[in-house]
């Protein structure tokens, strides 16, 4: 354990270090010093001017710093090119982690590269490779296939649920669905398909399972969130705001013009849309849960537009304005139309994409030509991935993003070959469990906001060893259900029969990197060997089952 800790405090000195600082929030309710009168009905009053956090992560990442300057930035031609770009210029920010461009792509536009990744990237180029990501249909998926046959109440719509699925097994579809997002993850050859399909279920969050949805939340998933995920945002929206999961989780199927439920509404804007910056008001808010009053759920399960139920009167939204006199169906259309173009919803969007893939507090102008990106595409996604890929900051910020827990897990999964086995569905179970009990499963957060994705949410010791504590369940062939790859199986078949040539095989294999001589030196002291000693027998007193776990421990396999 003393040489363990050792190893390990070794390898955490060389980390980035994210940190969160606290701020205060002030909040100011008017302000005198422009002569205008204050607002006492709070009815103009801008959630922006009154302190809010500016989006999901910035109580995270406030005080740490602006991360406007990479050491290099812009556009190029090409994403080869802006990788050639970002390799000739030095990051302003350190990092321990190779700058090899197959790799950080393949930390960023999958769930955790594996050596059949990597050797499929050098083989067809990185251009090629992330054209064909983009079209997901052309790539055949065994392994998502696989897994889609092991839940097949995911394919069901709301009525052939409400037809098939027994009273007392309602709940038996999300909770598929959570085993099924972390099979997909880890075994579909779609993996940007996924990785957006996990952006856009945070972006419009729907908690799985909740009250209301054994009977339509495998349903959005599928018919809203995994059908847009390379699309349209405004087809997605217009999705999202006529099925019965959105409407019954933010209470909007019980809206009714009598009595306005406005929280549908509110998070239209602030979550959906707009955001914070955008600068509605509380009218806004008001006036946009007044549009959507109508779209409701029957006693079937299924969408409805009510127009006994709907609000009418003149509205206005921001810069949309309408008499809403009839057919309030087609105003809110019209009005979802005019957000989901609105330039506010497209740096919010882009900023989010931009945290996602590149750091945590991303460069203004990076943002800035992501939403030009998407309005210029009219809300298509894959245009704005195009100008991600081709950006020079996205290719310099190795390293400035750490895997959440679930995250982590799957890459661990994912780099250590396991497949499925004879109890698939137990063992994904099981999975599924871990991750929840370090707050991190699949589709599960509570709040309209979607899970955090920044480091300082993700800091703590039990979040860190829940990890170390998977990655040698993993390594060891404890995850029942599964099938494993033996320790010793990790190494290369030609690994040099000394223990330093031992121990750079396995860190190629599992990091894809060779350690650093200081940190080389506490691991060879960890497994009790001299540097030039001869290792005949892997196994040879657990020294795989030891080294293995220890690599994944370490800031190489945590930061992606």
């Not at 406005?262 to 549009?291: F, K, M, P």
Request: proline residues 6%; neutral net charge; charged residues 20%.
């Amino acid at each position: 354990m003393r040489n363990r800790r050792a190893a390990m405090a070794t390898f955490g000195a060389s980390a980035v270090g994210l940190t969160a600082l606290s701020s205060t929030m002030a909040v100011f309710l008017g302000d005198e010093a422009s002569g205008e009168p204050k607002d006492t009905t709070g009815a103009q009053q801008v959630p922006q001017k009154a302190g809010s956090f500016t989006n999901r992560d910035a109580s995270y990442t406030a005080g740490v710093g602006d991360a406007n300057d990479l050491g290099a930035g812009g556009l190029a031609a090409t994403p080869t090119a802006a990788a050639q770009a970002a390799l000739a210029a030095t990051p302003r920010y350190p990092t321990p982690l190779t700058r090899d461009p197959v790799l950080h792509l393949l930390r960023r536009a999958t769930f955790g590269p594996t050596p059949g990744d990597v050797a499929e990237v050098k083989r067809v180029g990185i251009d090629a490779w992330i054209d064909r990501q983009l079209n997901p249909a052309s790539i055949e998926d065994p392994g998502g296939d696989a897994v889609n046959r092991m839940y097949p109440y995911l394919a069901l719509s709301i009525e052939q649920l409400r037809r098939s699925v027994p009273e007392d097994k309602r709940n038996d579809p999300s909770w598929h669905l959570g085993r099924a997002t972390i099979g997909r993850q880890m075994w579909s050859s779609r993996q940007l398909q996924e990785v957006m399909v996990d952006f856009w279920a945070n972006h419009l969050n729907i908690q799985n399972p909740f009250d209301g949805g054994w009977d339509n939340r495998t349903d959005w998933d599928r018919t809203v969130i995994r059908a847009h995920a390379l699309g349209k945002f405004s087809d997605m929206l217009h999705a999202s705001a006529r099925h019965p999961a959105m409407l019954r989780y933010l209470d909007n199927a019980a809206s009714d013009k009598r009595s306005v439920n406005e929280n549908y509404g509110r998070e239209l804007l602030e979550l959906h849309t707009v955001g914070i910056d955008g600068g509605y008001s509380e009218t806004d808010v008001r006036n946009c849960a007044y549009v959507m009053t109508g779209r409701t759920v029957d006693r079937n399960g299924a969408f409805v537009y009510d127009a006994k139920r709907h609000w009418t009167g003149a509205v206005k939204v921001m810069g949309f304005a309408n008499p809403n006199k009839k057919d309030g169906l087609a105003v809110g259309d019209q009005l979802l139309a005019y957000l989901a173009m609105h330039p506010s919803t497209a740096r919010y969007i882009a900023r989010k994409l931009a945290v996602r893939f590149v750091c945590d507090n991303p460069p203004a102008t990076l943002v800035d030509r992501l939403a030009q990106a998407y309005l210029a595409a009219g809300t298509d996604v894959k245009p704005v991935l195009n100008v991600l890929f081709r950006s020079v900051e996205f290719w310099i910020a190795t390293g400035l993003k750490t895997r959440r827990p679930l995250e982590n897990i799957v890459a661990t999964a994912r780099v250590v070959g396991l497949t499925p086995g004879s109890d698939t569905d137990q063992a994904l179970e099981n999975l599924y469990n871990t991750a929840d009990k370090l707050g991190h499963a699949p589709l599960a957060w509570s709040p309209p906001d979607g899970y955090p994705d920044v480091a300082a949410a993700w800091q703590s010791a039990h979040g860190m060893l829940g990890v170390w504590n998977c990655h040698r369940v993993m390594v060891q062939g404890k995850l029942r259900g599964l099938t494993s790859v033996q320790p010793t199986q990790l190494m290369a078949a030609n690994a040099a029969g000394t223990a330093t040539g031992y121990i750079d095989a396995m860190s190629q294999r599992l990091v894809f990197q060779p350690l650093p001589t200081e940190q080389k030196a506490v691991v060879l002291k960890f497994l009790g060997l001299a540097e030039g000693a001869r290792v005949a027998d892997a196994k040879t007193t657990g020294r795989a089952e030891q080294l293995a776990p220890l690599l994944l421990d370490s800031v190489y396999h945590g930061l992606r």
